[in-house]
């Protein structure tokens, strides 16, 4: 086994497969979920497995026989890990506490058991949500859409296992400290989500204090308003933006592709200074209609068939004020009152943007709320800054202690405890050793046949006789 990074002398590299039973979970069955033999238990999705946490706010049900509900039931220490999704969500996970009563894991989510303690499940959760993450990744076979990882390589997942005294030191060393970040990412969260409130807050001031007649968006159009195309992508191609380009009302131009097209093909889907650029669909109805504006002259870039370019008439609607506007209560209620849904996805058209009816004061007025605005914003742009370098640093903080811990850096060694490697090689003789477990006889004796045969029942897994 390749050994991905050096570990203390006392430590010892083996694969998850040599120390935990590591099995795959329940494949949903629609065809038979009416089978009245079969019992209903809790089961947990990909969705439910986050990276350090289980989120238990929307657990669904599910039947399945009642020996399956038996086999799969989840155990106090059982570590889960998610086998399947987007690729950076692969070998996310945490541990099992009991929290649901018979609940069992569908079969995108890995259950590993580990044998005879030889690890301490959180360890093995924090180093596969840590410095085991980039192992998944890269170990992962992407289809079309979907990231997957298959039983047989994700048994061959390398841990580093600490001597047994040494790893109770090291997670009560690495949870004090990530408690504390965790604690120092909730306040940054908190700040953020203030800020977002303080920027809306203070759009919709504004816009409340101009009492100007309202006017729907087609009848301040310098052109029709038109959609991008769709462009997959290709290295060496023309850039196009992406969707995530609409930030706080202005475009971020460094978020683009390279596309499978060329400047000539690119040419009436180019964007300029002064453009406004909205997003047609997304799967949260809260940014769906999103709108951003072209505020410097751009290198040559196009937009997307998710966008829907907007051009004013500046002796209208200074593009600015726009920008603001857009972003306000009143006209978000406006767009979400519009929407149309397709596939889960919100999806807004030309002619519904068409019909937004915006607050139009006049030109000098419109300068006036374009200047207050830019004076607010600077403030808590600034401030945003501030909190995101903040952000940044404890997710930095947060990597480097998940390293530490598993280099063997975070606590002392201690010469006194039994080094890893004997540990594992003493488990791994008693396993030889084991008395190997009997096969089931084909046939049946005479005194197994008289008996009656036996059932599991729905409610609490006993046998009971049936009749003959």
């Excluded at 497995?49 to 009642?66: C, F, K, M, T």
């Excluded at 180093?127 to 990231?147: D, K, P, T």
């Excluded at 969707?243 to 460094?254: E, F, H, K, N």
Aim: hydrophobic share 40%; glycine share 8%.
């Amino acid at each position: 086994m390749t050994h991905p990074f050096d570990i203390p002398a006392s430590w010892a590299w083996t694969t998850l497969g040599e120390i935990a039973d590591v099995v795959g979970g329940v494949t949903k069955d629609a065809k038979r979920q009416e089978d009245p033999s079969f019992v209903e238990v809790p089961y947990l999705r990909v969705a439910n497995v986050q990276r350090g946490y289980l989120d238990l706010s929307n657990v669904l049900s599910i039947r399945v026989p009642p020996q399956k509900a038996v086999a799969l039931k989840l155990s106090r220490g059982d570590v889960l890990l998610n086998e399947g999704g987007d690729r950076n969500k692969l070998g996310r996970g945490w541990v099992w506490d009991e929290q649901i009563e018979d609940c069992i894991h569908q079969n995108h989510v890995f259950r590993a058991r580990i044998r005879q303690r030889v690890l301490e499940p959180r360890l093995l959760a924090h180093f596969a949500n840590g410095i085991g993450q980039r192992w998944f990744e890269q170990n992962g076979l992407q289809s079309v859409n979907l990231a997957s990882i298959s039983l047989a390589t994700m048994k061959r997942f390398p841990v580093p296992v600490p001597p047994l005294g040494e790893q109770g030191r090291i997670i009560a060393a690495l949870e004090e400290r990530l408690s504390r970040l965790a604690s120092a990412e909730s306040s940054v969260r908190s700040a953020l989500r203030r800020l977002s409130v303080l920027r809306a807050a203070a759009v919709t001031q504004l816009v409340d204090a101009s009492d100007a007649p309202l006017r729907g968006l087609i009848s301040l159009l310098d052109g029709k308003m038109i959609n991008g195309k769709s462009v997959p992508t290709q290295p060496g191609g023309f850039p196009v933006l992406r969707l995530t380009a609409l930030q706080d009302g202005l475009v971020d131009l460094g978020q683009s592709k390279e596309g499978a097209w060329d400047a000539a093909a690119a040419a009436p889907y180019l964007v300029r200074r002064g453009d406004f650029l909205v997003g047609r669909g997304n799967g949260s109805i809260h940014l769906v209609g999103r709108g951003a504006l072209v505020a410097s002259d751009p290198y040559p870039v196009a937009f997307p068939d998710t966008m829907i370019r907007v051009r004013t008439d500046s002796t209208k609607i200074r593009q600015e004020y726009l920008a603001i506007i857009w972003n306000s209560r009143y006209v978000r209620r406006q767009i979400e009152s519009k929407v149309r849904t397709t596939a889960g996805i919100y999806k807004i058209n030309q002619s519904l943007l068409g019909e937004i009816q915006i607050p139009v004061p006049q030109l000098g007025e419109q300068d006036e709320i374009v200047s207050r605005w830019r004076s607010t914003a600077s403030a808590i742009d600034r401030l945003s800054g501030s909190v995101r370098v903040a952000a940044r640093r404890a997710s930095s903080l947060r990597s480097s202690v998940l390293t530490q811990a598993f280099v063997g850096r975070l606590v002392p060694q201690d010469p006194e405890d039994e080094p890893a490697s004997e540990l594992l090689a003493r488990i791994q003789a008693e396993r030889a050793t084991a008395a190997p477990k009997q096969k089931a006889r084909a046939t049946r004796t005479r005194k197994e046949l008289a008996a009656p045969p036996t059932r599991v029942t729905g409610d609490n897994y006993q046998q009971e006789a049936l009749p003959l």
